[in-house]
């Protein structure tokens, strides 16, 4: 019999394959579940959780119920099972050997390896995935996917369809198949319905193969509105008054992935009209934003930050952003573009509002320069979220948070919140991200520490005295307003 396709969306392929399970009927308020184990009652508790139906068990044999997992469920990892009997590779092969290049081509355009790469692109964009990982072992091909900053294992490959796969992704980048000695970077455009995402490609060889990330540039998914990256309301308007000043610098700081381009974009979006006229130098230009002039870096040919920037000031802009200040050279000039009048916003790493300080010192960028220069500096991080579809409440005491940094407020008991999982957040308890931000406003009292050459650590104190709240502060603040968890915020915090 033909199991309703309403009644197999009520419990997802994962927990079907992990329990053994599968949906069969629904009457009313409940749902005929087939099991191998009637008494596996966590089974039986996690789909009822999840549908919120009553589950009656009905008995089946195991290869009964994986039979019917199989021929009712189609995912992503179906496709790419079925396909992996059609499909006819080149044998591996030393990649310092000779490259049949028709070969490599024609097992690149085979039709079942045209529908894995798709099937495995269009579940990333299902799944909010923000990087691609093609990994290359001794014995296998894995894919993993980059969800909410977590890279999460989805499909182990046999190694034989590595050259077949790489290879497609390469042509659909438009680049050279033939090349598997030297790392590649490439660009591939994807429709999906109405949707057109982008996705930046990396190819490199490794020990065993090649290796490709790709970062996925879904504009849909880009809001670039100030108000809306989660800001505290003091935080806000500290920022909204920095970008509207003429000239100084603005930066941001953060690790990789900590969503600094997002904050960059949305505040020289907030900037972009008519009358003003905004340059970015960028390594390499994520968004394509309208009514912005966009230079992507090509050290090939000398186009680095550096020769840019100085160009940049014989182009009469009034905002100039720099994807990132890596050197003493480019932070030189972009402090001078500052104090002629200029308004710079640029990112760079360091843990901490106050630290960037010292950074900036280190590269050899005068006192003198770095205090009437910087305006703002903006350290954030992003943490994922307790899934608001099955998160719960429980109850711990205050001081159960001091050990997080927390200063007790005489709140006794404090309701907390964590995901259970479910199918929204595939059973992780998280789902999505929200920033934590903390800003430091150059005042003149810590111009004044900066020309005397202060420990970073007498800014700090200075900074927290003015109101500087930390990142482990704001995150804490979203733990107690029930957004995410104590052990995700001393995650993303952890120096």
């Not at 310092?96 to 097992?107: F, H, I, K, T």
């Amino acid at each position: 019999a033909t199991i309703n396709a309403d009644v197999l969306k009520l419990v997802p392929p994962r927990i079907a394959r992990k329990y053994d399970v599968i949906p069969v009927e629904r009457t009313n308020g409940s749902l005929t579940l087939a099991v191998s184990d009637p008494t596996n009652l966590p089974a039986l508790d996690d789909v009822a959780f999840m549908t919120g139906l009553r589950v009656v068990p009905a008995l089946a044999s195991p290869s009964a119920i994986r039979q019917a997992i199989v021929h009712c469920y189609k995912s992503a990892d179906d496709v790419v099972t079925e396909a992996e009997a059609e499909i006819e590779v080149l044998d591996g092969r030393e990649s310092v050997g000779p490259v049949d290049v028709m070969e490599l081509r024609a097992s690149a355009d085979q039709a079942p390896v045209v529908r894995v790469v798709n099937a495995f692109l269009l579940e990333a964009l299902r799944r909010g995935t923000s990087d691609i990982h093609l990994e290359s072992s001794e014995t296998a091909f894995r894919i993993r996917f980059r969800i909410d900053g977590v890279l999460h294992e989805v499909k182990s490959l046999p190694k034989r369809l590595e050259p077949a796969i790489v290879s497609r992704i390469k042509i659909m980048a438009n680049l050279d198949i033939a090349e598997r000695r030297l790392p590649q970077d490439g660009r591939i455009k994807l429709r999906s319905g109405a949707r057109e995402v982008d996705f930046r490609v990396n190819v490199l060889p490794m020990m065993f193969g090649e290796s490709v990330v790709m970062r996925i540039l879904d504009k849909d998914a880009l809001n670039l509105d100030l108000t809306k990256l989660g800001l505290d309301p003091q935080a806000l308007e500290q920022l909204q008054a920095a970008t509207r000043s003429t000239n100084g610098v603005i930066l941001i700081t953060g690790p990789t992935g900590s969503g600094k381009t997002t904050t960059l974009y949305s505040a020289v979006h907030s900037l972009n009209s008519p009358d003003v006229a905004i340059m970015t130098v960028e390594d390499p230009v994520e968004y394509n934003l309208a009514g912005i002039n966009q230079v992507p870096v090509n050290e090939a040919i000398g186009r680095t930050f550096a020769t840019v920037l100085r160009s940049f000031l014989r182009h009469d802009p009034d905002v100039i952003l720099v994807g990132e200040i890596r050197d003493m050279e480019t932070a030189q000039i972009a402090i001078r573009a500052a104090l002629t009048g200029h308004l710079v916003l640029s990112t760079i790493h360091t843990n901490d509002c106050p630290s960037t300080v010292a950074r900036l010192l280190d590269m050899g960028i005068a006192p003198y320069l770095v205090a009437p220069a910087l305006r703002l500096v903006v350290a954030q991080r992003l943490v994922r979220k307790a899934c608001p579809a099955c998160r719960e409440p429980y109850e711990v005491d205050e001081d159960a948070l001091i050990p997080y940094g927390h200063v007790p407020e005489g709140r006794g008991r404090c309701t907390l919140y964590r995901g259970r999982g479910c199918n929204a957040c595939s059973f992780t308890g998280m789902r999505g991200r929200v920033g934590l931000y903390e800003i430091m406003r150059v005042t003149p009292e810590i111009r004044g520490l900066i020309l005397a050459n202060a420990p970073t650590d007498d800014i700090r104190e200075v900074a927290r005295q003015q109101g500087m709240k930390t990142l482990r502060e704001m995150g804490l603040q979203k733990v107690l307003e029930g957004i995410t968890t104590p052990d995700e915020v001393l995650r993303v915090t952890a120096e």
